[in-house]
T-cell receptor
Framework: GESVGLHLPTLSVQEGDNSIINCAYS??????FIWYKQESGKGPQFIID?????DKRQGQRVTVLLNKTVKHLSLQIAATQPGDSAVYFC????????????FGEGTQLTVNP | DTAVSQTPKYLVTQMGNDKSIKCEQN?????MYWYKQDSKKFLKIMFS???????INETVPNRFSPKSPDKAHLNLHINSLELGDSAVYFC?????????????FGEGSRLTVL
């Protein structure tokens, strides 16, 4: 079936480095993508989203890249800080998913001081 | 000031019991959801209500019954709890359907069935 998944379940980086979290999706009809951050003991929080008519979108210290050719999504975090340690989820809502978001498996990002 | 609040935050109960989780949002959103997050952090939608009408009902046992008394509240009642129901349940809300908008999640309710 259609799915959204992540290449790596865990990612460990040094404070100050840049982080890249990847996501592969299989629904070629997906037209909206969103990244969430979930800190321990809390609910997911919106980070950034992107529509399929774009290939890049920037926020504060975060950039989302979308490659529709290979159905790949990535989240780049610049100058990673300890507060960035969390589980990161990508989600998509393609036409065949209907009115719902399909979440990926999540990547645990650990930032080492 | 909490946008989406759910209670209780923790719930420990015996198999076979019936329990409820409540959710309220003060954002004025018209759509609310229940998600289940398993031990591997996988998030899966269970139900969605738009203006008190059920619009998404995933393949969930009928022991789970959502109720939306008004568009600001969505409660989840679970009958005859089973071990496999242990998970974190998240309530969320959004403007309209979630196809193009941000979901606002609550802090989660951790259910442990013994």
């Amino acid at each position: 079936g259609e799915s959204v998944g992540l290449h790596l379940p865990t990612l460990s980086v040094q404070e100050g480095d840049n982080s890249i979290i990847n996501c592969a999706y299989s629904n070629s009809a997906s037209d909206y993508f969103i990244w969430y951050k979930q800190e321990s003991g809390k609910g997911p929080q919106f980070i950034i989203d992107i529509r399929s008519n774009m290939d890049k979108r920037q926020g504060q210290r975060v950039t989302v890249l979308l490659n529709k050719t290979v159905k790949h999504l990535s989240l780049q975090i610049a100058a990673t800080q300890p507060g960035d340690s969390a589980v990161y989820f990508c989600a998509e809502n393609g036409e065949t998913s209907g009115s719902r978001l399909t979440f990926g498996e999540g990547t645990q990002l650990t930032v080492n001081p | 000031d909490t946008a989406v609040s759910q209670t209780p935050k923790y719930l420990v109960t015996q198999m076979g019991n019936d329990k409820s989780i409540k959710c309220e949002q003060n954002l004025g959103h018209d759509t609310m959801y229940w998600y289940k997050q398993d031990s591997k952090k996988f998030l899966k939608i269970m139900f969605s209500y738009n203006n008190k009408e059920l619009i998404i009902n995933e393949t969930v046992p009928n022991r789970f019954s959502p109720k939306s008394p008004d568009k600001a509240h969505l409660n989840l009642h679970i009958n005859s709890l089973e071990l496999g129901d242990s998970a974190v349940y998240f309530c969320a809300s959004s403007w309209g359907l979630q196809s193009t908008g941000e979901l606002f999640f609550g802090e989660g309710s951790r259910l442990t069935v013994l």
